[in-house]
């Protein structure tokens, strides 16, 4: 298999002209990576899901990643779960009661990457007058220090 330095170059050692060189083609670099470099190669190869649940779902994990999103409210965590399964789901933590236990326990330095994460989703609890009813859920974290 070609180096990508031997896709740009032309048999004189000249870059070649854009239309001949290949593009958008998948260079495999696995064979000489380490189980660190390939475990980063997995993660960014598999697509993320969003995590939609209904009332009395939950999701448990590794928290992978701990970004934040942005939306017309402003900004909330954005997580990124590897599954007991080997799959990546997202969790975009928009609604208040998630939002504020997720951002008060990575605040607190009780949340990072690495991290075991279970999330529950309840359902809706009780409205009050002129308010939308809260979104209710649970976290629980085993943190790795």
Same mark, same amino acid.
């Given at each position: 298999?070609?180096? *990508?330095?031997?896709?740009?170059?032309?048999?004189?050692?000249?870059?070649?002209? +854009?239309?001949?060189? #290949? @593009?958008?083609?998948?260079?495999?670099?696995?064979?000489?990576?380490?189980?660190?470099? #390939?475990?980063?190669?997995?993660?960014?190869?598999?697509?993320?899901?969003?995590? /939609?649940?209904?009332?009395?779902?939950?999701?448990?994990?590794?928290?992978?990643?701990?970004?934040?999103?942005?939306?017309?409210?402003?900004?909330?965590?954005?997580?990124?779960?590897?599954? +007991?399964?080997?799959?990546?789901?997202?969790?975009?933590? $928009?609604?208040?009661?998630?939002?504020? @236990? /997720?951002?008060?326990?990575?605040?607190?330095? @009780?949340?990072?990457?690495?991290?075991?994460?279970?999330?529950? $989703?309840?359902?809706?609890?009780?409205?009050?007058?002129?308010?939308?009813? *809260?979104?209710?859920? @649970?976290?629980?974290?085993?943190?790795? +220090?």
């Amino acid at each position: 298999m070609p180096t *990508p330095q031997e896709d740009l170059l032309d048999d004189d050692g000249n870059v070649k002209p +854009p239309e001949e060189m #290949k @593009q958008n083609e998948t260079v495999d670099f696995s064979d000489n990576a380490t189980d660190e470099q #390939k475990t980063l190669l997995n993660r960014v190869n598999k697509r993320a899901t969003a995590w /939609i649940p209904a009332p009395g779902d939950s999701i448990v994990g590794v928290l992978v990643e701990l970004n934040e999103a942005e939306s017309d409210y402003g900004a909330y965590p954005l997580l990124t779960i590897e599954t +007991p399964d080997g799959e990546f789901v997202m969790v975009h933590a $928009f609604h208040t009661t998630l939002k504020n @236990q /997720i951002n008060r326990k990575a605040d607190r330095g @009780q949340l990072a990457e690495g991290d075991d994460i279970a999330i529950s $989703f309840q359902g809706e609890g009780v409205a009050k007058a002129g308010i939308n009813a *809260p979104r209710l859920y @649970q976290v629980a974290i085993v943190h790795r +220090p």
